[in-house]
Each structure stands twice: as structure tokens, then as C-alpha cells.
């Protein structure tokens, strides 16, 4: 078969043969339709991911959309192994979950990962209920937007979006959003306190300096300090580490907590995909995808698109 291959550390894939996918015991073959290049995918990919296993020479893939046997179309997550981008994969059945026959593979494929950041943390990794108030730290990125959704969805009384690209920002009240704060500006720790200071909940997928100077503006400008407030480390676009400041953690009712693979438990995680995957298959999320042949991988992952859609592969041969 056709498929994407790494060859090493920090390289990118490039279109080759593979051999077909050898089935472990309870595994099934099915015929990959979409699967999406994440900051996942690359940081796997790239041997540099906290969960990562991997071995050179590896077919990349974290998840996909494909058709098994019978001709049911399933959304699959997949853990160590051959990866998602080649015309066939085995899965565990057990980690993947059905999809409406109509569904399009290349939203879902573009979609579950980052919508799945927000939903489990909000949904499994912490305490949340409807009425409380959310700030969205890195909001401009695939996960954040989605954030921003999930959370007005399951009933978030205020959402307040943070995020550097002005464009991607003034876009999303219409997603949710009740206040935007630019950050990376010299006006955006005031801005943090005058919008989130009273929040129940950060989502943050930025992480590094910016985090840190965030839970400072909130800290200091909290009007109730002894009002729990939970801060959720989910992705770290801006740094893998954070100065923690200790007045922080003292000075206010903050609890770091982190949401993603090893955190949540693998079987309560895949008891949530049923859930969300029926609302992005009926429309109910917003995902910019862009649908790109399996054979332009090599390029795809060079220079990925202005627009900053999630590129989904596509293999076009069976
Ligand atoms: N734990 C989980 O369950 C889980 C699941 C999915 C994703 N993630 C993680 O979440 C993060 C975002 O994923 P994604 O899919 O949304 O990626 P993405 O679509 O590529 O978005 C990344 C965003 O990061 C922002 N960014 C980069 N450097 C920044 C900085 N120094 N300061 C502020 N913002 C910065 C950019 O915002 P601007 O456009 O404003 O510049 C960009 O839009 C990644 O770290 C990913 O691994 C975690």
C-alpha cells in the first residue's frame, strides 16, 4: 500500500510503500478516508511528545476516519504502532466509535482531537457545572476556538477569549465568546484582569511566560481570592514550561491541573467520543479543515497553508 513515512527524528514524511498492516489479536484493517496533521501528529512524529513510543521508520497518524470491513465508517484514536496516514490501518475497535454514514471523514478527522481537549476537561478532568465562567488562554489556535464552542455548549455563563492573532480573535464572540483580550500586547494584563479576573476556570493552551504572567493579572485582580479557581494546562503553543509564581498558588484558591493523554483514563475518555462526535457530525461545531491528497504529504507538512485550516490527508488510491 501507499502511505507517509518518517525516517527519522524531525524529518518530514515522505509518500512511499509500506507493507499492509499486520492485525494484533482484536485488531481490524480498515481503509483510511481522512486523517488530520495535529501538533500531535508532528510532536509524535518528531519523537518529542510527552506519550510518545515511537520507533524509526514510523507511518505518522494519531487518529483518522476510515471504513472497516463491513463497511461502517468509524472515527479511531490510535496509541503505539503504524499511524493513521497510509491507505490502511489496524485499529482496536475498542478505540474507535461509529459514525453516521453520512458524516464527512475529513471534518471529523480535522475536528476530534482539538474539540476533544476542551470536552474531556470540562466534561471528565474537572469538576464543571453550567453557569460558571470560562477564560479560553490561546483561543486563536484549532483547540482553543473549539474551546470556545464546547464551552458555550455545555453552558458557560461568560467565555472569555484570549489569543495573539487579532483576526482570529474578533472572530469569535460570533462562536461564544462574551469578551476577547489580545495577548502579546502592553495592555494585556490589564485587559486580563478587567475581563477574567473572576473566573471559575482557565482552559490553557499556551503555557510558557504568557501563562505564567496570566495567572498573575488574574491573581492580583481576583475580587474573591478564597473562590476556587482551576486552572487546566491542556497545550503549550508558547513553551513546555511555566515560572509558576508561588504568590500565586498561596495568594488565591488556585489548583493547577493537567487534561490529556495519561490524566484521564483511557476508558472514560473514549466513553465521551460517542457524545462529541454526534455533534460535529451534526454540524454543531465549527471546524476549518482542508482536505489535501495523501501523496502531497511531504509538502503539506512543509509549509502548511496561510489560512492555518487543519490540514486533513486524503489517500486517493484504494
Ligand atoms: N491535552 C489535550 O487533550 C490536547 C488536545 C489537542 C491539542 N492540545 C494542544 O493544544 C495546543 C493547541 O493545539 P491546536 O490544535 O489548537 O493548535 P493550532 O491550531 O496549531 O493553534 C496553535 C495556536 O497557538 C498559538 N500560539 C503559538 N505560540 C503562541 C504564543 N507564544 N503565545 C500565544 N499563543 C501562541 C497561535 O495563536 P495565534 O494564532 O494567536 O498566534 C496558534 O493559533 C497544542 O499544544 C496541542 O498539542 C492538547
Request: aromatic share 4%; proline share 9%.
Amino acid at each position: 500500500m501507499r502511505s507517509a513515512l518518517v525516517t527519522g527524528p524531525g524529518l518530514p514524511p515522505q509518500y512511499t510503500d509500506a507493507p499492509e498492516p499486520q492485525p494484533a489479536d482484536g485488531e481490524i484493517v480498515v481503509d483510511v478516508l481522512a486523517a488530520a496533521i495535529h501538533p500531535l501528529t508532528r510532536s509524535r512524529a518528531a519523537g518529542t511528545h510527552y506519550s510518545d513510543t515511537s520507533r524509526f521508520p514510523l507511518i505518522p497518524g494519531v487518529d483518522g476516519v476510515g471504513r472497516d470491513a463491513d463497511g461502517v465508517l468509524r472515527y479511531f484514536a490510535l496509541d503505539a504502532g503504524p499511524g493513521s496516514m497510509a491507505q490502511r490501518v489496524a485499529i482496536d475497535p475498542r478505540r474507535s466509535i461509529p459514525l453516521p454514514d453520512d458524516a464527512d471523514p475529513v471534518t471529523v478527522a480535522a475536528g476530534m482531537n482539538p474539540a476533544m481537549s476542551s470536552w474531556i476537561a470540562l466534561r471528565s478532568r474537572i469538576r464543571f457545572a453550567a453557569g460558571q465562567s470560562v477564560l479560553v488562554l490561546g483561543a486563536t489556535g484549532a483547540a482553543g476556538g473549539l474551546a470556545v464552542e464546547v464551552a458555550r455548549l455545555l453552558g458557560a455563563a461568560r467565555i472569555v477569549a484570549a489569543g495573539r492573532d487579532a483576526t482570529r480573535l474578533a472572530a469569535l464572540p460570533a462562536r461564544g465568546a462574551t469578551a476577547v483580550v489580545r495577548l502579546g500586547t502592553p495592555d494585556t494584563a490589564a485587559a486580563l484582569a478587567r475581563e477574567a479576573a473572576d473566573v471559575d476556570i482557565v482552559l490553557d493552551y499556551v503555557w510558557g511566560d504568557v501563562s505564567a504572567a496570566a495567572m498573575t493579572a488574574l491573581v492580583t485582580a481576583r475580587p474573591d481570592r478564597s473562590r476556587p479557581l482551576t486552572w487546566v494546562q491542556i497545550g503549550s503553543t508558547a513553551g513546555p514550561t511555566t515560572p509558576v509564581p508561588a504568590a500565586a498558588l498561596r495568594a488565591a484558591r488556585l489548583q493547577l491541573v493537567g487534561s490529556g493523554i495519561g490524566s484521564v483514563p483511557v476508558p472514560e475518555l473514549l466513553a465521551e467520543l460517542p457524545e462529541l462526535a454526534r455533534i460535529l457530525t451534526s454540524g454543531g461545531l465549527q471546524v476549518d479543515a482542508r482536505p489535501v491528497p495523501l501523496a502531497d504529504v511531504e509538502s503539506a507538512w512543509t509549509s502548511p497553508a496561510s489560512d492555518r485550516a487543519r490540514i486533513v490527508l486524503v489517500p486517493d488510491e484504494r
